[in-house]
C-alpha cells in the first residue's frame, strides 16, 4: 500500500484537495478521495495504485508500506 505522508492535518488535506482537483471529484456517486489519518506522529492518507482514481505518480510524500 502507498501512502501520502504529511507534517500537518492541513499538509495532509491540502494533498487531498489538489488531488480531487487533479481527477475531478466530486463526481456522481463520489464526494471526496481520502481522509487524513494521524499515524506516528504524522498525517497520512492511502493513495490509489489503479483505477479510475489511481493517483500514486502524481501525489506527493508516497511511502509505501
Not at 35 to 49: H, I, L, N, Q, T
Request: aromatic letters at 10%; one cysteine or more; proline letters at 3%.
Amino acid at each position: 500500500m502507498k501512502y501520502s505522508v504529511h507534517s500537518t492535518e492541513a499538509e495532509a488535506q491540502a494533498e487531498i484537495t489538489r488531488i480531487e482537483a487533479y481527477l475531478g471529484i466530486p463526481t456522481v456517486g463520489t464526494i471526496k478521495y481520502a481522509d487524513p489519518e494521524e499515524s506516528e506522529g504524522s498525517w497520512r492518507f492511502r493513495v490509489k495504485e489503479g483505477g479510475s482514481w489511481k493517483c500514486d505518480d502524481v501525489a506527493a510524500n508516497i511511502v509505501e508500506e
